[in-house]
């Protein structure tokens, strides 16, 4: 008799401590099983970063809507709009540089010859200035492309218009 009430006991503790750790195990290897941000060790999750971080193409798709929103901006007026987005594009180009390092030279060059008409411009809120600074960053964009093996991503001098909304506002 006491045998048994002890062996109930024991059974009772083991259920009701582990079936709903069981059971709280199972819902979590459920959802963490696959999951290398919870489970993996920090070189695991460091090298699979390192390669999510963005590459040069997904840069470069922020740059071309960068560069149609600079010209449309000044275009339209928009100066301050235009400040911002030159001020993008320069830290998109920092950016590169430490996700891609095999860029830096030629992305050093650009952030030094391809800006160095466009703040004045900008300052000035000149149409006929910003035309040419923009002539030169351009001129600029494709001799990195040139340098990069990709001369043929061509760029208009005179883009379609940019889809950043702070275009359309009143
Ligand atoms: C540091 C060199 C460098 C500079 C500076 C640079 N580019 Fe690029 N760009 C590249 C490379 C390299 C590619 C090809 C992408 C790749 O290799 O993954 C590219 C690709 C592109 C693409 C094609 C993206 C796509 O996948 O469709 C566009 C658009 C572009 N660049 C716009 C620009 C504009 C606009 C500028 C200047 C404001 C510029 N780039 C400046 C190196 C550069």
Not at 152 to 159: D, E, K, M, N, T
């Amino acid at each position: 008799m006491k045998v048994l009430r002890k062996f109930t006991l024991l059974a009772g503790i083991f259920i009701s401590t582990n079936t709903p750790l069981l059971a709280f195990g199972d819902t979590n290897d459920h959802k963490n099983s696959n999951d290398w941000r919870k489970i993996a060790d920090t070189e695991k999750q460091l090298s699979h970063l390192i390669k999510v971080i963005p590459g040069t193409a997904d840069i470069m798709i922020q740059m071309g809507e960068r560069y149609k929103n600079l010209y449309w901006a000044a275009k339209l007026d928009k100066w301050e709009f235009a400040a911002y987005q030159m001020e993008e594009m320069q830290s998109l180009i920092r950016k590169l540089m430490i996700t891609r390092p095999k860029r830096t030279t030629s992305a050093n060059i650009f952030l030094q010859n391809g800006f160095n008409k466009l703040p004045v411009a900008i300052e000035a809120k000149s149409w006929q200035q910003f035309r040419d600074a923009f002539a030169n960053m351009r001129k600029e964009c494709l001799a990195c492309h040139i340098k990069n093996n990709h001369a043929f991503i061509r760029l208009p001098s005179v883009p379609p218009k940019g889809s950043g909304l702070a275009l359309f506002a009143e």
